[in-house]
């Protein structure tokens, strides 16, 4: 047999799953013949196959050495890299398989899913763009460009994504689904509708349509349509359904149906608080003890680190306590972009926390500068891929306050905004909001009431410590008096007024929190005492807001003494 013949042999041999004998044929191939790249690359295959990750990049390096320098070598090699931690090796040698061969929409999937998953969200969308280009026709790029693009506050690109994958799968829901989400994120709610009930026409009575429809529609405008939402949420299976009962519990308490809206509020808190283990306790007694963390930590010296470009801007706080309207104002900014909740920064720490050893929250600070170098360096690169060119960018996950000791000693010339409104309106607000992450704290109203008040008592304390770089920020006084308010918070950050700042309905960046139908209201008619009308029901959680405040108050004046 000639070369051709006898590699064609071993290969059948080999997908025929003997191994072994695969092996033989292979070496006695390149016995005769070691210059052979493909011998190379489909011993490297199987050498992937009986999971030897090492040998994989030695088989295919010889290869590519050896001019076998088709895709699927590159593509091995990568993945074989990336198996044994060489990140950057294995990333680079992905990039060139696709460079070979830009129409293979599955590498091209899992190399932007490789990417997003290290914080490098910018070039996992450069090498969506691409594949969309090279391949137009595949929803799934589509897709997750889409998904990508709104994550990146890039919302004129996540839907023109999501509206090409709509066309390219009109028969499938999801799709008018997605589209619509961006749309509404966006605030336009009129085309938001017509695809959530597209939505519907194709998926009759599914419960996530429905959910979104209740957050664009009410019983006055949409009558028959709401309606039928409300009736759904009573009969089978809708009662057993957490968005079901929030879509219904929506609609009645616009229409001001208090006792039912209370009714479907508390069934859909419970079937989500029915489904996952959670003590309070365990949240109040880490706060207590990043309390001690953040008042034994040393003095920061002032001044901001020279790589971090554009200075973050960070909001921190509850859930629903303004913050979406606060970072929204702040971005029509010239200066200023909104970031939104960028994941990044909690995801690093606590990652460099495990790999060293050391233990969350009381070890944050043992972090070496290296480690630490490293996190800003990575959080630098997650806030450039969101960037529009200003020279502060926001970052608004609210629970980054379980960062407050780190962020002071990787930024120190970062300001950090305490978004604080109201306990019982903020708690109630919370009560009443699906949300898509997770917030184990929010689903019951004693545990919520105990679990906003250790919030709030970690907070005074980091501002009494930190008063130079920690602000709160009142959402009351933001609403009555965003001028005054929104100019402190510009004054801090060395900026002067611009009086687009007062229009955040007019912001075409894409709104991914609870908030994105609220803050395109505008300032005038932004809620303020929404728990009024429910007080009678809220028991639970007025009493734990008072016990746990009237136990602080004791503790401070007992430490006094």
Known sequence: MNLEQQRSHALEVHQAGDLQQAEALYRAILRAAPHDGQAWHYLGVLRGQQGRPAEVVRCCEQAVRNGYAAAAVHRNLGLARLELGQDNAGLQALAEALRLNPADAELALDTAGLLSSRGREAEALAILRQACDATPGDDRLWTELAQLAAQLNDGELAESAFRQAAQLQPDEASCWLNLG???????NNDSARRNYLQALSLKPGWDAACWALAQVISLQSDAELAQSIVSRASSVPGADSAPMQFAAAKLLHDAGQVEAA???YQAGNRLIRAGYDYAVEKDMATLSRLTEVMRQMPDVPAGQPDDAAPRPLFVVGLPRSGSTLLEQMLARHSAIDAGGEIVWLQRDVRDALRTAGLNYPDDQLKLSD??????RQRYGDALRARSKGGAIITDKLPANFLCLPLIRRLFPGALVLHARRDLLQTCWSCYRHLFTGRQQFAY???ELGRYATSVHAFMHAAQQRWPDHVLEVSYERLVEQPQRVLGEVLNRLGLHWEEQCLLPQNSTDVVLTASATQVRQGLARQPFAGAAAYRAYLQPLESALRLEASSR?????????
Do not use: H, K
Not at 181 to 187: H, P
């Open 370 to 375: 290296a480690q630490c170098g490293a996190i």
């Open 553 to 561: 108050n004791t503790s401070s004046a007992d430490q006094n003494v």
């Open 262 to 264: 209370f009714g479907a």
């Open 181 to 187: 989400s961006v749309q509404q994120m966006r605030g």
């Open 444 to 446: 019951e109203l004693e």
